[in-house]
């Protein structure tokens, strides 16, 4: 039974597969266009956002670093750009989204610094205290388990490591709220529908954003799941939320 609600919310509710199954099978169809409809339904901003994410990360200056739900690689690849590190290690567990990170990172020749890896959040295939920070964008609404992918996450970390999750969230202005809704549930499933020919992808998009358990609310889920140090930062009026804890 599902804890929170988000992890009720599926790309398809006719399909009897699992949630995991759904999203990665959802990924695998939008991939080829995952990349240009970010930057086209945020106006480009999204970039912005993701750099800020990493940002977050600057004081530590770690040096092995994972995203987790890693996609077509654009967290990582400003990783490297940001930060520097000897190594960062993408999971994704859509193939789809995968590949095209690879391409991406073959064309930038950084292959020796970033690995990408066809790899579950709930269960992550590196030992305890292995990373010196985490991150994960717009990833964390689609765990199918929560608590069980921020363990794992924890797991991972070094002591004094950091995770820098950065997630679609609702603005707290009303009249805002109501505007960015409007746009979630009406303009970005049409637009998104017409130019990947698959509308249920954001339909998904909008019913986990609504139904995930954002702000505070998250913040004390990280902090039972046995993050320190948790704190927030909102962005573009509340559109997004970038959340960080220590281990």
């Known amino acids: 039974m599902s804890k929170y609600l988000h992890e009720a ?14 999203v990665a099978a959802m990924f695998n169809n939008i991939a080829h266009k995952y ?17 800020k994410t990493i940002n977050e990360l600057k004081a530590i200056q770690p ?40 391409e991406k990172v073959a064309k930038l020749n950084l292959q020796n610094t970033i690995e990408l890896q066809l790899g579950d959040s709930e269960q992550i295939n590196f030992p305890n205290n292995h990373f010196d920070a985490v991150t994960v964008a717009y990833g964390v609404r689609n765990f199918e388990h929560l608590e069980q992918g921020l363990k794992e996450i924890l797991r991972v970390l070094k002591p004094g490591g950091k995770l820098a999750v ?19 549930l009406k303009i970005i499933p049409k637009f998104g529908g017409i130019l990947s020919g698959n509308k249920n992808a954001y339909l998904y998009l909008n019913n986990s954003v609504q139904a995930f358990p954002e702000g505070k ?15 927030l930062k909102t962005l573009s009026l509340g559109v997004c939320t970038i959340y960080c804890g220590s281990k």
Do not use: C
């Open 9 to 22: 919310v599926l790309p398809n509710n006719s399909s009897t597969d699992s949630k995991k199954n759904q």
């Open 35 to 51: 990349d240009f409809l970010n930057r086209f339904m945020s106006g480009g901003i999204d970039v912005k956002w993701r750099k």
């Open 63 to 102: 040096k092995k670093i994972l995203d987790v739900a890693t996609g077509t690689a654009d967290v990582a690849i400003l990783t490297n750009e940001i930060l520097h590190p000897t190594k960062v290690i993408g999971i994704d567990i859509s193939e789809g989204m995968l590949n095209l990170g690879k």
């Open 166 to 184: 950065l997630e679609a969230s609702k603005p707290s202005n009303r009249f805002f709220r109501s505007l960015s809704k409007f746009y979630m």
């Open 217 to 231: 609310q998250f913040l004390n889920i990280l902090s039972e799941t046995g993050f320190t140090q948790t704190y």
